[in-house]
């Protein structure tokens, strides 16, 4: 009988409509905030301006999703870690 290892990292390359998990998060967030200006607006203008918006966020999260390093923060932690409290007050002569 073959035996088959579990694959624990299945969630890490999940893809749905072409963007992680998160980024797919975002943009359903964003369409249901449109869903809700859409239902309460009574003029085209704020309903293709609604549409507008979220193709190009959809867009825009694509490129990024292609893209990671593009978008990646230069310095992420702090050169040194403490717990002293700093007041920026000098107490030496100058």
């Known amino acids: 009988m073959t035996s088959f290892d579990t694959y624990r990292n299945i969630r890490k390359g999940a893809i749905i ?4 998990i998160p980024l797919f998060a975002l943009c359903m967030v ?21 549409l507008l918006w979220n193709l190009g966020l959809y867009i ?6 292609n893209r990671p390093l ?5 310095g992420r932690f702090p050169k040194h870690i403490t717990n002293k409290f700093y007041s920026g007050i000098t107490y030496e002569k100058t």
Request: proline share 6%.
């Open 70 to 74: 593009s978008f990646a923060p230069k």
């Open 17 to 20: 409509f072409g963007l992680p």
């Open 60 to 65: 825009l999260l694509l490129r990024m999703s």
């Open 30 to 50: 964003s369409v249901i905030g449109s869903l809700l200006i859409i239902i309460f607006a009574f003029s085209m203008t704020i309903i293709a301006s609604a």
